[in-house]
């Protein structure tokens, strides 16, 4: 595969999770199969088309700019998005990528992806049911031992968010691979729902993300 259809393609510095601040080339599919209330991406998903992007203009980029790839969405491992993920971290040499998921077909995307690949999956569950618990229950047991998987967990105050922690804090992943990020799509409910994260980050012991291309509104 020579070429990957995006939404957008921008370099920026990564908002969230363990590489927050180190500058990356953004590349956004569309298509997810969640439709999460709070999600800051859902208009340019319904709204800006896809355009093909060649993997040489890509590796061009990422030369001249000395960058890291940061694969997002809409869910990279849905649908047709996931070959496209993969051949972009194969085919596309770069010093770091982070991959942002769902986790929905996730174990398919670690399977593709050549080892020697310097990738961080970033899993971010989205727990609205106790069938979501039991779904990411079931993933984060598979995962729990690779180390180049983290957890980004949007948090609020519901039952199944803490029921979710509690498993979370009995498994082999490592308390600096979790990282707790408050609700909210923009800067004023991002801050207003902080409180509980910090809260929550103490109690289990994990750590902290804010989102930082929303606090400062840099994207």
């Known amino acids: 595969m020579k070429k990957?259809?995006?939404?957008?393609n921008f370099l920026s510095w990564q908002g969230e999770g363990p590489d927050i601040g180190k500058p990356m080339l953004i590349l956004r599919?569309?298509?997810?199969?969640?439709?999460?209330?709070?999600?800051?991406?859902?208009?340019?998903?319904?709204?800006?088309?896809?355009?093909e992007y060649s993997l040489a203009s890509i590796q061009t980029i990422v030369?001249?700019?000395?960058?890291?790839?940061?694969?997002?969405?809409?869910e990279p491992t849905f649908n047709l998005n996931l070959n496209q993920a993969i051949s972009l971290i194969n085919e596309v040499a770069a010093p770091l990528y982070n991959v942002e998921t769902?986790?929905?077909?996730?174990?398919?995307?670690?399977?593709?992806v050549r080892k020697q690949k310097a990738v961080k999956y970033i899993l971010s569950p989205k727990i609205f049911t106790e069938?979501?618990?039991?779904?990411?229950?079931?993933?984060?047991?598979?995962?729990?031992?690779?180390?180049?998987?983290?957890?980004?967990?949007?948090?609020?105050?519901?039952?199944?968010i803490h029921e979710y922690l509690d498993f979370l804090k009995v498994t082999n992943f490592d308390n600096f691979r979790v990282f707790l990020m408050a609700q909210g799509k923009t800067r004023d409910e991002s801050l207003k729902n902080s409180p509980i994260i910090f809260d929550l980050a103490e109690q289990y012991g994990f750590c902290v993300?804010?989102?930082?291309?929303?606090?400062?509104?840099?994207?």
């Open 131 to 160: 069938g979501d618990v039991a779904f990411y229950k079931d993933l984060t047991s598979k995962i729990a031992t690779n180390q180049k998987v983290f957890v980004k967990l949007v948090c609020e105050d519901r039952p199944f």
């Open 63 to 74: 030369n001249e700019k000395n960058c890291g790839l940061l694969i997002t969405g809409g």
């Open 209 to 219: 993300s804010d989102r930082m291309h929303i606090i400062y509104d840099f994207t």
């Open 102 to 112: 769902n986790g929905h077909d996730l174990l398919s995307l670690i399977k593709g």
């Open 4 to 8: 990957v259809r995006l939404i957008e």
């Open 29 to 51: 599919f569309k298509r997810c199969n969640n439709n999460c209330p709070w999600c800051d991406t859902q208009v340019k998903m319904r709204v800006f088309e896809e355009a």
